[in-house]
C-alpha cells in the first residue's frame, strides 16, 4: 500500500511538472510569436495585428496599384495580400494575368471587367457594391469607362498558387517597351511565323506601347469612339461594335486594344451573352444582422459561387457611432479587415489570456484577425463605423460569441462553468443575463473618443483613394 501510494505522489508531481512545463513552453512560443510579427515593421507593440503600410507595384499617370503584403506570422493559416487600385477617368488596366487570384471590390466608380473564362473572353459591368473573382492565370483587363469619376478598387490577392516571386507576378499579354508582353521573349522568326506576319511589322507591334501597366483611353489620348461606346445600352453598343468589326467605323484603326484581341470578331454577341459567372452586390444584400446599434453582412460561396473556388469569404459590417462588435471567434477562418471610414478601435487577445493588440484605427487601416483568437472592434463616439473585409475559408462564417444575449455562455449555461469560474450558479447566471443585446452592443465607455488629432496619419494608400473613399451606405 505504501507503495502504491508513493508511486501516485510521484505521478502527481510529473504530471504538475509536465503542465507547468507545458505552460512555460507556451508562454515562450507566444512570446516568439510577438517578436516574429514586431520584425515586420516599427510599429507598436500592441499594433502587432495592425498590418503594413501599402506600398505600390504599378504606377503611371493614369493610375496605380498598392499593395498590404500579409504579415509573415506561423499563426496565419492562408495569408491574404490587400490591394487598393485606382483609376483615372477612361484609364485601363491592360491585358494580363496572375499567379494569384483575385476578388474585386468596387469601392467607388463603375467598372467594365473582362476575363477568359472557358476559353472564351467574357466582360462584366461592376458598380458600387461588386465583388467579382478573377482566378489565378486567367486573362482579365479592368477599364474605367467614366469621363469624370475615378475608380477604386480594394481587392484581395491570394498567393497559395503563387511562384513565391513577389507579391504577385504579372503576365502581361498586352504590352511593348514599358511593361513588357510576355510574347516579346520569344524569338522574332518565331513569332513571325507564329503571327504570319513579318519580322518588321511584328518588331513594330510590339515596341508601340511605352505608357505603362494602367494607360489612358480618353478622348485626349485615344479615339473619341470609345467614350460614345461607353455611353450605349448593351444592344446598342453591340450593333455598333459590329460595325466596328465589319470595318464600317474607320476610327478603330486606332484603337489597338480591338485589335489585339479581335474579341468581337471571335464570339460576336457572346461577350454579353455567356453563362460565366456575374459579380455580386454586397449593398444590395439583406443584413444578417441588425439592430439599434448597425448591420453586418457576410457572403459565402452558397451565395456566390466563385468564392468556392477561391476559398475565401466576404464580409462587411457597419457600427454606429459609439457601439461595439460583441466579442467573438471565428473557428473556421482568419480575418482580414479594411476600415472603408470612420475611426474605432480594435482588440485581440492571445490565447492564453494576455492582449494581443489594442489600437486605434482609422480610414484605410488593414488589419489582421488570426483564426480562433478571440477579438471585437468598437467604433468612435463621433461617428459610424464601417470597415470591409475578407475571410479564409469559403463556408458560412459560425463565428462564437462570447458575450451578449447570444453568447455561447447561455449555452454553458451549467454548474460546471460556474465551478470554472469559481462563482454559484445564480451569481453566474446574472452576469451573463445583464446584457440583452446580442452581436452589436452599446458600448460608450469603450469606445474611442476619435479625436483628430490621434488621425493625423493618413495611410498611403488613402491618399490615392482620397477623400472619395468616404461614402455613406447606410
Known amino acids: 500500500m505504501g507503495k502504491e501510494l508513493s508511486f501516485l505522489l510521484l505521478a502527481l508531481v510529473l ?20 517578436e516574429t510579427v514586431e520584425e515586420e515593421g516599427d510599429r507598436r507593440t500592441e ?37 487598393f487600385i485606382t483609376m483615372e477617368p477612361q484609364s485601363l488596366l491592360i491585358p494580363q494575368y496572375l499567379d494569384s487570384s483575385l476578388i474585386l471590390f468596387v469601392r467607388r466608380g463603375e467598372a467594365r471587367v473582362g476575363c477568359i473564362y472557358n476559353d472564351e473572353m467574357v466582360e462584366r459591368r461592376l458598380k458600387i457594391g461588386d465583388v467579382y473573382h478573377i ?37 502581361f499579354i498586352g504590352g511593348g517597351t514599358y511593361p513588357t508582353s510576355v510574347l516579346a521573349g520569344f524569338s522574332p522568326e518565331t513569332l513571325s511565323t507564329a503571327f504570319n506576319v513579318s519580322v518588321s511589322r511584328l518588331k513594330e507591334f510590339l ?30 453598343r453591340l450593333k455598333q461594335v459590329k460595325r466596328i468589326v ?29 453563362k460565366a459567372p456575374h459579380s455580386y452586390n454586397i449593398y444590395k444584400r439583406s443584413p444578417d444582422f441588425r439592430n439599434d446599434y448597425g448591420w453586418s453582412v457576410a457572403v459565402d460561396e452558397s451565395d456566390y459561387k466563385p468564392l468556392k473556388d477561391s476559398g475565401t469569404g466576404i464580409y462587411l459590417v457597419n457600427l454606429t457611432a459609439g ?56 467604433a468612435s463616439r463621433s461617428s459610424p ?62 469606445a474611442p473618443a476619435g479625436d483628430e488629432e490621434e488621425s493625423e496619419a493618413v495611410p498611403e494608400v488613402i491618399k490615392s483613394f482620397g477623400n472619395d473613399m468616404i461614402m455613406g451606405s447606410d
Open 207 to 236: 515596341m508601340r506601347q511605352q505608357d505603362g501597366p494602367i494607360v489612358h483611353v480618353a478622348p485626349s489620348h485615344a479615339p473619341s469612339i470609345w467614350t460614345r461606346l461607353s455611353q450605349l445600352q448593351v444592344e446598342d
Open 323 to 378: 457601439s461595439m462588435m460583441a466579442p467573438h471567434v471565428n473557428p473556421r477562418a482568419t480575418e482580414y479587415g479594411i476600415v472603408l471610414r470612420g475611426t474605432g478601435r480594435i482588440q485581440i487577445v492571445f490565447p492564453n489570456g494576455t492582449l494581443a493588440m489594442d489600437t486605434k484605427v482609422k480610414e484605410g487601416d488593414v488589419f489582421c484577425v488570426p483564426r480562433y483568437f478571440a477579438f471585437c472592434q468598437i
Open 47 to 83: 499594433d502587432r495585428f495592425l498590418m503594413p503600410r501599402s506600398r505600390p507595384v504599378m504606377r503611371t499617370d493614369a493610375g496605380e496599384m498598392r499593395v498590404v503584403r500579409s504579415l509573415r506570422v506561423r499563426i496565419i493559416e492562408k495569408p491574404l495580400h490587400i490591394g
Open 15 to 34: 504530471c504538475h511538472g509536465l503542465t507547468l512545463t507545458t505552460a512555460y513552453k507556451g508562454d515562450k512560443q507566444w512570446r516568439k510569436e510577438r
Open 135 to 171: 482566378p489565378a492565370g486567367s486573362t482579365f483587363y479592368i477599364l474605367n469607362p467614366g469621363e469624370g469619376q475615378r475608380l477604386q478598387i480594394i481587392c484581395s490577392i491570394d498567393p497559395s498558387e503563387s511562384m513565391n516571386l513577389g507579391t504577385f507576378q504579372s503576365f
Open 385 to 446: 463605423f464601417e470597415f470591409f473585409g475578407f475571410t479564409t475559408s469559403s463556408h458560412k462564417n459560425m463565428p462564437q460569441f462570447l458575450a451578449g444575449a447570444n453568447s455561447l455562455l447561455h449555452a454553458l449555461r451549467t454548474p460546471e462553468l460556474a465551478a470554472a469560474f469559481g462563482v454559484t450558479e445564480e451569481r453566474m447566471r446574472r452576469f451573463i443575463d445583464a446584457q440583452n443585446e446580442a452581436v452589436i452592443l452599446p458600448s460608450a465607455s469603450a
Open 246 to 274: 465589319q470595318g464600317e467605323v474607320e476610327q478603330v484603326k486606332e484603337w489597338s486594344w480591338w485589335n489585339l484581341f479581335g474579341m468581337f470578331s471571335r464570339n460576336g454577341g457572346k461577350i454579353f451573352k455567356d
